[in-house]
């Protein structure tokens, strides 16, 4: 199974609300990060947040983290139509393996 | 160009046959990695490699195999393509990675349909 699970699978809201998703993880990791991937694209990386931090901001994202509970969330807040996306959260371990969960489907609707 | 390519964009091949999927990148990233995505699977590490002849496998490695002879090349092979490896195919590259402060970058990935 993989290391990273994302809830929810999908999530639809109005141009201008927040959007939340979260990432559960199995093992302990050396960094978390975020990515989205528009469709059919590559994956562009969005936010890094290391083990030993617990909240990251840029622009309209903000990461929160909780080792203890093996789990991390992204807020995006004031979505745009061009924020419609899947986003990824991915663990990096300490022997380097980078690992990705399902996603979570975003649609922001105008 | 500076950057990640992978080629072929778009592959058909046939049950059996022995396809390579090529990675390069411009940047002499230590690390690099090979994910297959599928619907509902999100992206599965298939191997990944710290530097040139290291490699290691992920989660899903049977019926593939990797090679890394020089830094910028990280070349995917499937042995004796099945079916069930028809997915869209994504390289990835990243330096530093352990100091925990770097991204990877991602090619724009290999459509591989086996039929």
């Known amino acids: 199974s993989q290391q990273g699970e994302e809830d929810p699978q999908a999530l639809s809201i109005q141009e201008g609300e927040n959007a939340t998703m979260n990432c559960s993880y199995k093992?302990?990791?050396?960094?978390l990060q975020w990515y989205r991937q528009n469709s059919g694209r590559g994956l562009v990386h969005l936010i890094l947040?290391?083990?030993?931090?617990r909240e990251k901001h840029s622009g309209r994202l903000r990461v929160t983290l909780d080792t203890s509970k093996k789990s991390s969330s992204l807020l995006i807040t004031a979505s745009r139509a061009a924020d419609t996306a899947s986003y990824f959260c991915?663990?990096?371990?300490?022997?380097?393996?980078?690992?990705f969960g399902a996603g979570t489907t975003v649609t922001v609707r105008a | 160009d500076a950057g990640i390519t992978q080629s072929p964009r778009y592959k058909i091949t046939e049950t059996g046959r022995q396809v390579t999927l090529m990675c390069h990148q411009t940047?002499?990233?230590?690390?690099m990695f090979w994910y297959r995505q599928d619907l509902g699977h999100g992206l599965r590490l298939i191997y990944y490699?710290?530097?040139?002849?290291?490699?290691d496998k992920g989660e899903v490695s049977d019926g593939y195999v990797v090679s890394r002879s020089k830094t910028e090349n990280f070349p995917l092979t499937l042995e004796s393509a099945t079916r069930s490896q028809t997915s869209v195919y994504f390289c990835?590259?990243?330096?530093?990675?352990?100091?925990?402060?770097?991204?990877?970058?991602f090619g724009q990935g290999t459509r591989l349909t086996v039929v």
């Open positions: 990835a590259s990243s330096d530093n990675l352990l100091r925990g402060n770097t991204e990877a970058f």
């Open positions: 093992t302990s990791i050396n960094n």
């Open positions: 947040i290391r083990s030993n931090e």
């Open positions: 991915a663990t990096l371990s300490n022997d380097y393996k980078l690992s």
């Open positions: 940047w002499s990233h230590s690390y």
């Open positions: 490699s710290a530097a040139a002849d290291i490699t």
